[in-house]
């Protein structure tokens, strides 16, 4: 499903104007042209105040300029705002640096001999300005391997720059890899003795490595430079003091920390140290009440956050939070705000237990709802998800949106009971399977309006964009979702008359860009399949796909597969990277990737049908901010990670896993797809417990720069008719 994010460009000039920009994240455009796209904007509602796009700055609240070469998507955030104004000249593009200049001829080179007069250092100073520059505009805007280029440059130039040296190491430890900056940090540190935070920062590079008696060393020289009692002098006790505790030495560590707390109670980095070492004391009382504190005021803190939600994940903390924030209707946003935060750090069932909290008191809230049904869409208890939905209707039977009520919604889902007890036995229609094709895979369901999820309405009969408040959005996201965990459960007679009672309150323009996007595109995924389902499902044997929301197009299909016809059951796993399944990360899809797998039965037959994601959304982005030199470093990195996690499963359950090629759908992103799926072909036909299902060329046009003829259904996902070349895979396996 693509992702898309909301922010708006502001004109504080007379007449003051605000554009408010949906920015898909396959979007690979810059700076430049969002800058051509508000001035065309601008001049469409103020034609007597138009202004040249090649003239415009943007900038940050804070006055920061954003860098026109930048890609939007790698610098601006949902909800961010950013601020035009008008340039003197159009904003030239960054020189190159003189790095072909020989060395006898560079000033910079005699400068660094030392032989040169302080007229000619400044002169350098001068003309080195405008990389240093560019330089720092790269760094705050996360083009980290931009940086990296020009100060690579400038240390050709004069190898003891010191600032070059410091980012080029803060780089390294950014990326997680401190050997590489240790050496960088020390020369940096050669060069500038007193600067401290060159000196924080390889104290950080060491602990690391593992080397904390160096990193100490090197902390207990800066305190020797810095004023007893400064800010500078505390910041260095803090590092140390986080450093000896997780060093081991939690005695002393944890010593230093508590002074320096006791000296100043409301120091908020004081207060977080502390709270880290509670955590791993298991002084989860102390953790709460220091991260419950801090999070009011660091509210979109990522680091606090965490840390929060650690806390709530521990045993016994929502018995200790209760007793700080009960749940009553004065709390419900407070309990709704702290379910998301754990939610998102993989705390599924801590942040099911606060929403259930939250919607007790808050009965009328649909976000609620919404946020709730969601978090128990993780657990996969889609049964409870529906009944939340179920239940929220019947508590708001009057409510409405597009003309479709909660009653008639409530009147058309099933019960929690009804689910169960369908779902606990596999169906008995006595339905003959024939060989399979796309002639039983794909017919018309008259229970669907063929038009279901399709854009083929008479814009003339569409409502304006706008049309619906957040509140209705909120509403129409609820009953989207209802279809959507209808379909992936495979309750599919309900969720096909819950598709009919709710299109008709689709027809509202440009509903896809507005916050409810990824509800609406499930919905239409979901409404478009139903239209072509045979049903009833057939009682076949279960293969298994689990993917993101490519799993969806081949769902409760029939397949071929040793010779028999097999159905084929959908594990989605939303949002899920290749990349969240590594170790130490803690992002909510990695608990539903776990929660899908406990589904699955041990010895089963599993095609696993994750990457498109890392594609879409996460390798470019990766190597611009410097984790990886090139695409291929990226690739073969998560690829490692993918197919680590599918040899673990198939020597721990037994399970024969079959690996799907990413589809190749986007036209943005074919050649990242293309590249990837012959890295992951390669890796998984050297594991003896993996076997690459062979058909990604079949899915291209004959000069692949396309997906095929008839395989996109809604040009995100490829239709079922995809399915003759899966089977044909499958056949030429064992």
């Not at 949902?78 to 000249?89: E, H, L, M, N, P």
């Not at 102390?286 to 521990?314: F, G, M, P, V, W």
């Amino acid at each position: 499903i693509e992702t898309r994010m909301r922010f708006w460009v502001h004109w504080e000039d007379e007449p003051a104007f605000t554009l408010s920009v949906i920015w898909a994240d396959t979007d690979l455009r810059t700076v430049a042209h969002l800058c051509d796209q508000f001035a065309a904007a601008h001049a469409k509602m103020h034609p007597e105040h138009a202004v040249n796009g090649e003239l415009l700055i943007l900038a940050t609240e804070e006055g920061q300029q954003v860098p026109r070469e930048a890609c939007v998507g790698s610098i601006l955030a949902d909800d961010d705002d950013i601020f035009a104004t008008r340039s003197a000249v159009a904003a030239p593009p960054a020189p190159a640096l003189p790095v072909a200049v020989p060395v006898a001829k560079s000033p910079v080179a005699s400068l660094s001999a030392g032989d040169a007069s302080s007229g000619a250092a400044s002169i350098d100073k001068e003309a080195l300005a405008p990389y240093q520059e560019a330089a720092d505009k790269a760094w705050k805007s996360r083009q980290y391997a931009k940086a990296k280029s020009i100060h690579a440059e400038l240390l050709a130039l004069q190898p003891r720059l010191a600032g070059s040296l410091r980012r080029l190491g803060e780089i390294e430890v950014i990326c997680g890899r401190p050997l590489e900056a240790v050496p960088l940090l020390q020369k940096a540190v050669d060069a500038e003795p007193r600067n401290l935070s060159g000196r924080l920062l390889l104290a950080q590079a060491c602990a690391d490595m593992g080397e904390n008696g160096d990193a100490v060393e090197v902390l207990e020289e800066a305190l020797e430079m810095t004023k007893v009692g400064s800010k500078a002098h505390k910041k260095v006790q803090l590092q140390l003091g986080r450093t000896l505790f997780k060093g081991g030495d939690r005695n002393r560590g944890g010593n230093l920390l508590t002074e320096i707390l006791k000296a100043d109670m409301d120091d908020a980095e004081a207060q977080q140290a502390y709270g880290e070492a509670c955590i791993e004391l298991e002084q989860i009382d102390n953790a709460l009440k220091i991260y419950l504190r801090l999070i009011t005021t660091k509210s979109e803190d990522r680091t606090i956050r965490r840390l929060l939600a650690r806390s709530l994940k521990a045993s016994g903390a929502l018995a200790l939070l209760a007793e700080q924030l009960p749940a009553q209707p004065s709390s419900a946003a407070a309990l709704a705000f702290l379910a998301t935060i754990v939610k998102d750090h993989s705390g599924v069932e801590q942040g099911i237990e606060l929403y259930k909290q939250t919607c007790a008191v808050a009965p009328e809230n649909t976000s609620y709802a919404l946020n709730y049904c969601h978090t128990i869409e993780l657990s996969l208890d889609y049964a409870r998800a529906i009944e939340v939905v179920r239940m929220h209707c019947l508590a708001n039977p009057d409510r409405s949106v597009g003309g479709v009520s909660c009653r008639d919604v409530a009147a058309t889902l099933p019960t929690r009971d009804e689910l169960l007890a369908a779902n606990s036995s596999s169906p008995t229609t006595g339905t003959k399977v024939q060989a399979s094709g796309v002639s039983l895979r794909m017919t018309a369901n008259p229970n669907v309006p063929a038009e279901a999820g399709r854009d083929t309405k008479d814009q003339a009969e569409i409502k304006p964009a706008g049309t619906y408040s957040s509140e209705d959005l909120d509403l129409l996201a609820l009953f989207y979702t209802s279809v959507k965990i209808l379909f992936v459960m495979g309750a599919l007679e309900a969720a096909s008359a819950l598709v009919c009672l709710v299109e008709p309150a689709r027809a509202v323009k440009d509903l896809h860009l507005t916050l409810v996007r990824n509800e609406n595109a499930y919905y239409c995924c979901a409404a478009q399949l139903l239209t072509s389902m045979p049903m009833p499902l057939p009682s076949l044997p279960l293969l298994y796909i689990a993917g993101d929301s490519h799993s969806l197009s081949p769902a409760w299909r029939t397949i071929m597969w040793q010779g028999k016809p097999h159905l084929l059951r959908p594990m989605l796993v939303t949002g899920l990277k290749a990349w969240h399944l590594r170790t130490e990360s803690d992002f909510f899809p990695k608990a539903n990737f776990h929660a899908a797998m406990r589904q699955i039965p041990n010895g089963a037959t599993v095609i696993f049908a994750f990457g498109e994601i890392d594609c879409r959304e996460g390798l470019l982005v990766a190597v611009e901010r410097a984790y990886y030199k090139d695409l291929q470093e990226g690739i073969d990195t998560v690829i490692s990670i993918y197919i680590s996690q599918l040899n673990q499963l198939a020597k721990a359950r037994g399970f024969t896993v079959l690996v799907h090629p990413v589809p190749p759908v986007l036209n943005e992103t074919r050649s990242v797809v293309t590249g990837f799926n012959a890295t992951l072909k390669d890796r998984v036909t050297l594991s003896p417990h993996l076997q690459w299902l062979d058909f990604f060329e079949k899915l291209l046009s004959p000069d692949g720069s396309e997906l095929a003829d008839g395989l996109s259904l809604d040009g995100t996902h490829m239709s079922p008719a995809y399915l003759d070349h899966l089977e044909e895979a499958l056949s030429t396996l064992f």
